[in-house]
């Protein structure tokens, strides 16, 4: 199994980046299907960006196209989240997600595809 710890959070004024990264031990981290998730209070966890196994393919939630970038490094067992533009709606706690899948490459949207998850860190963008 991996376990996966995120960090990087924090307060930063609107318009402002931030880079959250998430660093994954056990398991074969290049096995995994990567996704970073955002929950605000009251509010569903929801997909941000998610890269499959292979470098070049990741995919963003429409709302973060062109503000986030998403990238992995396989010899260093991290996924780090660029958010650029942030806006008082980016506001929630942002989790990292692995998904241990060998028969599909798909990025899911899905919480529930997504087998493991860090603890979250939080991420306040005042405006």
């Known amino acids: 199994q991996v376990q996966l710890v995120e960090s990087g959070g924090g307060l930063v004024q609107a318009g402002g980046s931030l880079r959250l990264s998430c660093a994954a031990s056990g398991g074969t981290f290049g096995n995994y299907i990567l996704g970073w998730f955002r929950q605000a209070p009251g509010n569903e966890r929801e997909f941000v960006a998610g890269?499959?196994?292979?470098?070049?393919?990741?995919y963003y939630a429409d709302s973060e196209k062109g503000r986030f970038m998403i990238f992995r490094d396989n010899a260093r067992n991290t996924v780090n989240l660029h958010m650029g533009s942030l806006k008082p709606g980016d506001t929630a706690v942002y989790y990292c997600?692995?998904?241990?899948?060998?028969?599909?490459?798909?990025?899911?949207?899905?919480?529930?595809?997504?087998?493991?998850w860090g603890q979250g860190t939080q991420v306040t963008v005042s405006s």
């Open positions: 997600a692995a998904r241990l899948s060998p028969f599909t490459s798909r990025i899911s949207v899905d919480p529930s595809d997504y087998n493991f």
């Open positions: 890269i499959g196994r292979s470098i070049g393919s990741t």
